[in-house]
Nanobody, 124 residues
Framework: VQLQASGGGLVQAGGSLRLLCATS????????MGWFRQAPGKEREFVAA????????YYADSIKGRFTISRDNAKDTVFLQMNSLKPEDTAVYYC??????????????????WGQGTQVTVSS
């Protein structure tokens, strides 16, 4: 299983970016995909998640209303649309895959596979 995150970059505050996570070798069934982020000196934190079955979405309070997670099951791809970006959104963003039923979408231990991360930098 491989996860490839892309789409990061440098953007001014208030701007937008769209992250993409392409997967290969992943059997889609139960479970789903998540996005996490990690800023320098901080722990990795949950951003958003989406279930493969039913497309149910989950968001961290800090980004709710600004970020949208979506999926393309046919292409085994997950997207994170990020709008109204703030300097505090600056971090390395990671996509992750859970291959079994998830109880706590915001917990890193629920996820079996991780991508390499893509840097998002928001300037003030």
């Amino acid at each position: 299983v491989q996860l490839q995150a892309s789409g990061g970059g440098l953007v001014q505050a208030g701007g937008s970016l769209r992250l993409l996570c392409a997967t290969s070798g992943l059997t889609i069934g139960s479970g789903g995909m998540g996005w996490f982020r990690q800023a320098p000196g901080k722990e990795r934190e949950f951003v958003a998640a989406i279930s493969w079955s039913g497309g149910v979405t989950y968001y961290a309070d800090s980004i709710k209303g600004r970020f949208t997670i979506s999926r393309d099951n046919a292409k085994d791809t997950v997207f994170l649309q990020m709008n109204s970006l703030k300097p505090e959104d600056t971090a390395v963003y990671y996509c992750a895959a859970a291959v079994s039923v998830v109880v706590t979408w915001g917990a890193t231990y629920e996820y079996d596979y991780w991508g390499q991360g893509t840097q998002v930098t928001v300037s003030s």
